[in-house]
């Protein structure tokens, strides 16, 4: 959840900024700000997707397990 809102705040920054470069110093038609805020949403996307199809073993482990190794490794 950290990570998709971090990220969110990241692209909106990047938008906001790349609109305010095409609005103030590169005269661009409307069509190129709709490219610019669809290519920012599909890369916000496609990161989001990416980052949670990670592989993320924390949830696959069983934390009873997990307790009983500690405690055989403590012996060793």
């Given at each position: 959840m950290i990570f998709t809102l971090g990220l969110t705040m990241l692209m909106s920054i990047i938008w906001?900024?790349?609109?305010?470069?095409?609005g103030l110093w590169i005269p661009v038609t409307r069509k190129a700000h709709l490219i610019w805020l669809i290519c920012i949403v599909v890369v916000t996307l496609v990161v989001n997707v990416w980052h949670s199809m990670k592989k993320d073993e924390s949830d696959r482990k069983d934390p009873k397990r997990e307790k009983y190794e500690r405690k055989v490794n403590k012996r060793k």
């Open positions: 906001i900024t790349g609109e305010l470069v095409m």
